[in-house]
């Protein structure tokens, strides 16, 4: 008889167990981002996160009813990981979005998973054009290469360089920046000299930037990706290229607001074309930088924040707008033609490539206040992304 009842509670209790999991399941909605916390990219992975921590902070994690909650993955920006992480998130953790992706093979690498799943894919960092395109259900909130080299490839020609080297890491972005530069200053009356590829791990710019200095064009255009931009900075410098005349300019990756505080005099006056700068001067920017900030020990927000940001908007706003209720195809739809106010300024999500809009700004390196910053001195408005124009 007690061995019954026993039997009848345990039964009862297995049962209860489930249903009560599937409750609190039900009323939760899962953001998976995966970002290289670890290895060469980890300040991206941090920026994002900490934008992402900042952005639920002051915007409540309650929407429609649903309990918001923030799964962070390490994939150390190695695609094969970020690959097996995007696979278990959604079928073990069953998220409802996927974000991040510091780096461009790793987003590509999670796009057929997001397709085949139906799981939205937010690309808050990866800036190759083609990403978009690798998967219906990817969003991004970063930007695109083209954008800023097309934007500087305007500047320069009419600012008396016209003779260029470009020096670019070996893989999408860089590829990327490349030929999106080249074509513009070529188009405009330019020429590119040279096209030097660095590799994308533990590059060495040494011999590299002594070719530059042989070849003594007006400018090298550079092309690294966030966290490289001090080491270029420093063996440029080290070389005695801007004393031989040889300008440095190039997408605002290089003068990365993660590292530019710390590169010394040396850097002011470089002249970079992007989509964001803690120096913004908006109401919008002030508020997002001084909140970040504050939260974490006075680390100043990059780029890589602003789209980890973002991000985490076009997700909250796309379960507000199907009232908690979404399928990933309903809350990828809530995601698409979303304009809003950036602390990058005014951006949308274009609803046909799925790719971000945005003003692209050429800035100068100048000091404010002690500090070394990006300081806006003119604005493109509007700049989809040139690779799919193509
Ligand atoms: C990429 C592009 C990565 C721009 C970056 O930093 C960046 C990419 C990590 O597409 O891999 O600044």
Redesign the pocket.
């Known amino acids: 008889m007690q061995k019954r009842v026993f039997l009848a509670t345990a039964a009862l209790a297995t049962f209860a167990l489930p249903a009560g999991l599937a409750l609190a399941q039900d009323n939760s909605f899962k953001i998976g981002l995966i970002l290289?916390m670890t290895g060469q990219?980890a300040s991206?992975g941090k920026q994002i996160e900490a934008a992402a921590r900042l952005y639920m902070a002051q915007n409540g994690n309650t929407v429609a009813g649903k309990k918001i909650e923030l799964i962070i993955k390490d994939d150390a920006?190695t695609p094969d990981v970020t690959k097996r992480l995007a696979q278990e998130l959604v079928v073990n953790d069953k998220v409802n979005v996927l974000g991040g992706f510091?780096?461009?093979?790793?987003?590509l690498a999670a796009a057929p998973i997001a397709t085949q799943s139906k799981t939205p894919l937010v690309v808050m960092?990866?800036?190759?054009s083609s990403?978009t395109q690798a998967s219906p259900y990817i969003v991004r909130t970063?930007f695109t290469?083209p954008q800023a080299a097309v934007a500087l490839a305007d500047w320069a020609p009419k600012n008396g360089i016209k003779k260029v080297v470009t020096l670019v890491s070996d893989?999408?972005?860089g590829i990327d920046a490349e030929r999106f530069f080249k074509d513009r200053l070529t188009f405009n009356g330019g020429q590119v000299v040279d096209a030097l590829r660095v590799p994308l791990r533990s590059p060495d710019f040494a011999p590299f930037l002594q070719k530059v200095r042989d070849i003594k064009p007006d400018a090298l255009f550079v092309?690294?990706?966030?966290?490289a931009g001090a080491a270029v900075m420093k063996q440029f410098l080290e070389r005695g290229m801007d004393k031989a005349g040889i300008k440095l300019i190039g997408?605002g990756?290089v003068t990365?607001d993660d590292q530019l505080n710390d590169m010394g005099e040396g850097a002011l006056g470089v002249v970079t074309a992007h989509h964001y700068s803690a120096a913004h001067p908006s109401a919008a920017n002030k508020k997002f930088v001084e909140a970040f900030e504050k939260a974490n020990k006075g680390m100043r927000p990059n780029?890589?924040a602003a789209g980890g940001y973002d991000g985490m908007r076009v997700i909250y706003e796309a379960l507000r707008a199907t009232k908690g209720k979404g399928t990933g195809d309903d809350l990828l739809a809530a995601m698409k033609g979303q304009i809003f106010e950036s602390p990058r300024g005014p951006m949308f999500i274009d609803a046909q490539t799925r790719d971000v809009v945005q003003n692209i700004y050429l800035r100068k390196v100048e000091k404010k206040d002690g500090q070394l910053f990006n300081v806006e001195f003119d604005v493109i408005k509007d700049v989809k992304d040139p690779g799919k124009a193509k």
């Open positions: 290289p990219q991206t920006a510091g780096v461009t093979p790793a987003a960092a990866a800036a190759t990403i970063s290469v893989y999408g972005p092309f690294v990706p966030s966290g997408t990756d990365d780029f890589m």
